[in-house]
């Protein structure tokens, strides 16, 4: 049979075939590479879920506003109804302007009546605002009266993201900024972010934050845990952590010992975070494409990580991203291809009964797709289809 190497479908092969294949596990990441080993059993019996959804991330955004008639029926177009937005438009200092302003330049209190607004806009536009990306500038700040008016506003924020039924709060704690270092062509023409850790890492310049040693971050994490959980609890709203991308830097790089550093795992470090304080709102903002770039071997360890979290209860949203390589040298590609075969996660997901977003992000860019929306209509068709295969199995 002919394949198109550049297509997770062999040329010749019906869809209904195709999807029956990707349901069966038969086919790998991408054709012609070999599937995944086989998962353990799971520890759940295995059922349909119609509560997990495919979801809109901050990512992409069409027109002006993620609140637009565009970007509603962007969405709308490939079965998109859950969207997460960013506060860089609803900070004291910047709501309602251009998007282009970070929250970090206001006042970081989030405006109430701009969020009923968008609420509304929502609700007559026929979607669903799932949850709000937070602004990490928490995070730089060390002991003292600015790091209490800041989780004092933190507090409130939480407050108005329930009133207007907003339910998850999203946050990526990053002293220093996320690391690329290259680009690497990828199919079709397109361009793929990648990371390789540099051989004189050591000589990198310190981060814009200065040198944040493994216990100052620890504590900087467990004070705002220890003082915002018990106000989720109140208002009924979920934190969710994004683990550091990459993780698995050396303890050290750019200054700082990251909360998800060497010589800790994914999983540990994952694990550290929601103990600290143990609740139902405090949970995990599962990027997969994340959690492999910080594993030797992504196809055995990624797994482990969902069906941990996931058993727990503690998984509010998963970023679908999918990688080539693994710990210290990855390169960012489509979601059907790369090292995890996506099925495996849902299916796990869908036995815990999983009821959030699989949102798309980081997707790679051509010159005739610079801002990526023919890459995300790509992945929310992908994602749904691999929810319906997910649920066709069983009965």
Request: proline share 6%.
């Amino acid at each position: 049979m002919k394949t198109d190497p550049f297509s997770s479908r062999p040329d010749n092969m019906p869809r209904r075939a195709f999807a029956r294949a990707v349901a069966a596990g038969v086919l790998g990441a991408a054709v012609g590479r070999p599937a995944s080993a086989a998962a353990p059993a799971a520890t759940r019996p295995q059922r349909k879920n119609m509560l997990h959804h495919v979801g809109g991330d901050y990512h992409c955004t069409m027109g002006e506003h993620w609140t637009s008639k565009q970007n509603f029926e962007y969405h709308q177009r490939f079965g998109v109804r859950h969207l997460t937005a960013n506060t860089s438009r609803i900070d004291g200092g910047s709501g309602g302007g251009s998007g282009k302003k970070s929250a970090a330049s206001g006042s970081g209190d989030w405006d109430f009546d701009t969020m009923k607004r968008w609420r509304d806009l929502c609700d007559r536009g026929g979607m669903i605002w799932e949850a709000i990306r937070m602004e990490p500038n928490y995070i730089y700040l060390r002991p003292g009266d600015e790091r209490e008016r800041k989780l004092a506003s933190i507090a409130g924020n939480i407050e108005k993201a329930g009133k207007v039924g907003v339910k998850i709060i999203t946050m990526h704690w990053t002293v220093i900024p996320i690391r690329r270092n290259g680009r690497t062509p990828g199919r079709g023409g397109s361009s793929y972010h990648s990371f390789k850790l540099e051989d004189d890492w050591r000589s990198l310049p310190v981060g814009p934050r200065g040198v944040v040693s493994e216990a100052d971050y620890w504590e900087r994490i467990a004070h705002f845990l220890k003082t915002v959980i018990p106000v989720c609890a109140q208002h009924d709203v979920r934190m969710a952590v994004h683990p550091y991308d990459p993780p698995g830097l050396p303890r050290g790089y750019q200054g700082t010992e990251n909360w998800d550093g060497a010589p800790a795992t994914v999983l540990e470090s994952l694990q550290r975070y929601e103990a600290i304080v143990d609740s139902p709102y405090n949970g995990i903002q599962l990027c997969l494409g994340t959690c492999m770039e910080g594993l030797k071997n992504p196809r055995a360890e990624l797994l482990p990580v969902v069906r941990y979290f996931g058993s727990k209860g503690k998984i509010h949203q998963v970023h679908m991203r999918n990688i080539r390589g693994g710990l210290h040298h990855f390169q960012e590609v489509y979601i059907d291809e790369g090292e995890a075969n996506f099925i495996e996660v849902v299916r796990a997901l869908r036995d815990t009964g999983y009821a959030g977003s699989y949102c798309p992000d980081h997707m790679p860019t051509h010159p005739d797709d610079p801002k990526g929306y023919q890459g995300f209509a790509h992945a929310f068709g992908y994602i749904r289809g691999l929810i319906d295969a997910a649920n066709a199995e069983v009965a």
